[in-house]
Nanobody, 119 residues
Framework: QVQLVESGGGLVQAGGSLKLSCVVS????????MGWFRQAPGKEREFVAA???????YYADSVKGRFTISRDIAKNAMYLQMNSLKAEDTAVYSC?????????????WGQGTQVTVSS
């Protein structure tokens, strides 16, 4: 059973930075394709960033150039460094993992961590 646990959310002023962490437990020897998603109040969940099993990265246009996704295999962790935060980045951020790069669906999800950006 794979479990994902996020941390690092909080309240920050616009223009500030936060770094989210997602620790993977369970089958940790597997280099999962992973991603970050967010959901703001009253809105659909949206894609933020993704990391393939080979560490290729993809970003939503809204965060490109401001957010960086990365992985530390030794710590079984994935990160999302968020810089130049804007009020519209306020949301619950969740990490997710797929079983392989060829699957469309993310099957493992964390519980989410709240990010609030004050303007």
């Amino acid at each position: 059973q794979v479990q994902l646990v996020e941390s690092g959310g909080g309240l920050v002023q616009a223009g500030g930075s936060l770094k989210l962490s997602c620790v993977v437990s369970g089958r940790t020897f597997v280099r999962y394709p992973m991603g970050w998603f967010r959901q703001a109040p009253g809105k659909e969940r949206e894609f933020v960033a993704a990391l393939t099993s080979r560490d290729n990265t993809y970003y939503a246009d809204s965060v490109k150039g401001r957010f960086t996704i990365s992985r530390d295999i030794a710590k079984n962790a994935m990160y999302l460094q968020m810089n130049s935060l804007k009020a519209e980045d306020t949301a619950v951020y969740s990490c997710a993992a797929k079983r392989s790069d060829y699957e469309k669906e993310y099957v493992y999800w964390g519980q989410g961590t709240q990010v609030t950006v004050s303007s």
